[in-house]
């Protein structure tokens, strides 16, 4: 059971190009999550998707795209990226459960980016 | 927007000291998380409170949800390294989309 696992680990960029970072959990989760993490800013959600078939904006959208390709997987996409773009960033699996059920989430180890 | 705000930022205190960490909003949550983080890995969740007033246990840790369900506190007792990491708490609201709200978090270092 390998939880919440995220390729690639490291990846350093040049302005413009494009990347793809990938996501798969293994627990049969409904929502999953894209973050990033920068120094002093704890957790900015960029984009999830609270079931199969539907992705929804989060608090940082802009120059990022997602794919949820099926109920394991869930891609994020760097179509042009800025130096802006330099962060850690993690993806999250979650069981939301109707009524009492809480949004406890389960993280990737992440993917450090470095755009130049 | 709801906002989560942590206090310290940076603790780094001795071995076997106690400590308490702060998570304040103006806003109301549903349910409030504390996740630890050790360096270069993901956010690992501690404990979920939910009540107000609630308190919960974790060994040397003790986490307390605020009445009005605005603010929380994580406590340790007889701190060891092996506490060391960066402690975030996030606020779940029910109305909307059922994301987190993330603080930014308090960096705590145990000198042994």
């Known amino acids: 059971n390998a939880g919440v696992t995220q390729t690639p680990k490291f990846q350093v960029l040049k302005t413009g190009q494009s990347m793809t970072l990938q996501c798969a959990q293994d627990?049969?989760?409904?929502?999953m999550y894209w973050y990033r993490q920068d120094p002093g800013m704890g957790l900015r959600l960029i984009y999830y998707?609270?079931?199969?078939?539907?992705?929804d904006k989060g608090e940082v959208p802009n120059g990022y795209n997602v794919s949820r390709l099926n109920k394991r997987e869930f891609s994020l996409r760097l179509e042009s990226a800025a130096p802006s773009q330099t962060s850690v960033y993690f993806c999250?699996?979650?069981?939301?459960?109707?009524?009492?059920?809480?949004?406890?989430?389960?993280f990737g180890p992440g993917t450090r980016l470095t755009v130049t | 927007t709801q906002l989560l705000e942590q206090s310290p930022q940076f603790l780094s205190i001795q071995e076997g000291e106690n400590l308490t960490v702060y998570c304040n909003s103006s806003?109301?949550?549903?349910?409030l998380q504390w996740y630890r983080q050790e360096p270069g890995e993901g956010p690992v969740l501690l404990v979920t409170?939910?009540?107000?007033?609630e308190v919960k246990k974790l060994k040397r840790l003790t986490f307390q949800f605020g009445d009005a369900r605005k603010d929380s506190s994580l406590h340790i007792t007889a701190a060891q390294p092996g506490d060391t990491g960066l402690y975030l708490c996030?606020?779940?609201?029910?109305?909307?989309?059922?994301?987190?709200?993330f603080g930014s978090g308090t960096r705590l270092q145990v000198q042994p």
């Open positions: 999250a699996s979650s069981e939301v459960f109707v009524g009492t059920g809480f949004n406890e989430q389960y």
């Open positions: 627990m049969n989760h409904n929502s």
């Open positions: 998707s609270a079931s199969e078939g539907t992705t």
């Open positions: 806003s109301v949550f549903s349910s």
């Open positions: 409170v939910v009540t107000g007033g």
């Open positions: 996030a606020g779940e609201s029910r109305t909307g989309r059922r994301a987190l709200t």
